[in-house]
Nanobody, 124 residues
Framework: VQLQASGGGLVQAGGSLRLSCAASGGTFGAYVMGWFRQALGKEREFVAAINWSGGWTSYADSVKGRFTISRDSASNTMYLQMNSLKPEDTAGYYC??????????????????WGHGTLVTVSS
């Protein structure tokens, strides 16, 4: 399974960005996909997750109401629409995938596959 994240960039506070994660090399109907982020000097943290086949979603409290996770099954692409961005959202954003059917999907350790990060910088 290969994951390729894109869409990061520099944006002013209050602005929006949409991240994409192109997935290949697998049959994704059974996967849960997630977005994580890691700021400089901090641990990687959960942002959002989506059940590829069922449309179930989960969000970190810090992004609820501002970020929306979605996927396009036809193109094997996952998205993260980020609105009302804040300077504290600045981080490298990583997409991940897992076949795990138990445990918490907000844990880094629950995911088997990771893409390279895409950098999001929010200026104040």
């Amino acid at each position: 399974v290969q994951l390729q994240a894109s869409g990061g960039g520099l944006v002013q506070a209050g602005g929006s960005l949409r991240l994409s994660c192109a997935a290949s090399g697998g049959t994704f109907g059974a996967y849960v996909m997630g977005w994580f982020r890691q700021a400089l000097g901090k641990e990687r943290e959960f942002v959002a997750a989506i059940n590829w086949s069922g449309g179930w979603t989960s969000y970190a409290d810090s992004v609820k109401g501002r970020f929306t996770i979605s996927r396009d099954s036809a193109s094997n692409t996952m998205y993260l629409q980020m609105n009302s961005l804040k300077p504290e959202d600045t981080a490298g954003y990583y997409c991940a995938a897992t076949l795990t059917r138990s445990g918490s999907y907000s844990l880094v350790s629950s995911y088997n596959y990771w893409g390279h990060g895409t950098l999001v910088t929010v200026s104040s």
